[in-house]
């Protein structure tokens, strides 16, 4: 266990009847940020129930800050801010009454910044949180997380059905607040800007399954489409090559792009174009393949 690590997960795993999460590896060291992508049913929220201690992992263990995360559920928990499906339970009170419910667990509860948050997003304290929209509540818990000045946010797709503008003020929100003395972020997404924008690193759940977890900028930098005229035998059995397309031309995706470009070399071909992939191909390839080496027509 390193000191460094505001968050790690070993071996985690939760099965239910039809599905089961993990195991789980993944470590997030202090000032960085983490976006978790993946379709409908990966395990996104399954993930992010098991941090906040809604579920209860069946094997591995999860330390926040360097400490295990059970044994020390109430110190932690002053030092993260959540935003997932927590306030849904105290659906009868209002935000403000919420607000004063919550402040009472945080010593560290900024009551200025709360009332600053609610203008800045429109809220109207007195309505009762389950008649909010479903928008409206995402701000609420949004604004929740940030008010005891936490060290790091876990937040489940904190923008679902929240309106242009105020995705694009939470999105500065969390810029200003990634720009804080070891602030780590981990956000599970659909919106890809999101990942882009506010994440050093990049996790890709599918069926339960982590099968992708690296820096944002190592990912630009190897993966990519080479268009090719013809595909050499060594190319089809290189361990980059993930996918080779039969369209006109023909396009190699790999996952280390240097590694194809010195392959071809050595057969005498160069690429007419190498194209960088983007966020949304690289969550696409693993939703549809599965991790695996495959060519398609
Ligand atoms: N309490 C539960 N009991 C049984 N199955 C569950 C339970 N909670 C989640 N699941 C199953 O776990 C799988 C993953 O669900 P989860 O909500 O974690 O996915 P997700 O990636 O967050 O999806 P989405 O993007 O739609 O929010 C689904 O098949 C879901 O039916």
Redesign the pocket.
């Known amino acids: 266990m390193s000191d460094h690590l505001v968050v790690e997960l070993n071996n985690v795993k939760k099965s ?4 089961t ?1 993990g195991p789980v590896n993944l470590t997030l060291e202090k000032g960085f940020s983490l976006g978790i992508a ?12 098991l941090l906040v201690n809604i ?1 209860q992992a069946d094997e591995g263990t999860i330390h926040f800050f360097g400490k295990f995360a059970a044994a020390s559920e109430s110190q932690h928990k002053q030092n993260i801010g959540f935003s997932g499906e927590l306030v849904e339970a105290f659906s009868h009170l209002t935000i403000k009454e919420l607000a004063s419910y919550i402040s009472y667990w945080y010593p560290h509860w900024d009551h200025e910044k709360y009332s600053y948050f609610l203008r800045r997003y429109l809220i109207d304290e007195k309505e009762k949180f389950g008649k909010c929209s479903k928008g409206t509540k995402k701000k609420v818990e949004f604004i929740f997380s940030l008010c005891h000045n936490p060290d790091l946010l876990l937040l ?2 904190p923008s ?1 059905g929240v309106d242009i503008s105020s995705q694009k003020k939470m999105k500065e929100d969390l810029v200003a607040f990634m720009e804080g003395e070891g602030k780590c972020l981990v956000i ?1 997404t ?1 919106n890809v800007a999101e990942i882009e924008s506010l994440c050093d690193f990049i996790a890709v ?1 599918h069926n ?1 399954s982590l099968l992708y977890h690296d820096n944002k900028d190592s990912f630009y930098e190897n993966w990519a489409w080479l268009w090719v005229d013809n595909v050499p035998e060594s190319i089809l059995k290189h361990p980059n090559t993930l996918k080779i397309t039969h369209s006109s031309p023909i396009q190699i995706l790999t996952d280390n792009v240097q590694a194809i470009e010195n392959e071809l070399m050595q057969e005498s071909a160069t690429p007419s174009q190498i194209q960088r992939l983007s966020i949304e191909e690289l969550i696409e390839y693993f939703s549809e393949n599965e991790c695996t080496k495959e060519t398609s027509e």
């Open positions: 239910f009847k039809k599905f999460l993946g379709a409908n049913g990966s395990g996104k929220s399954t993930l992010f129930r579920l489940d797709e679902a599970a659909h759940l339960g």
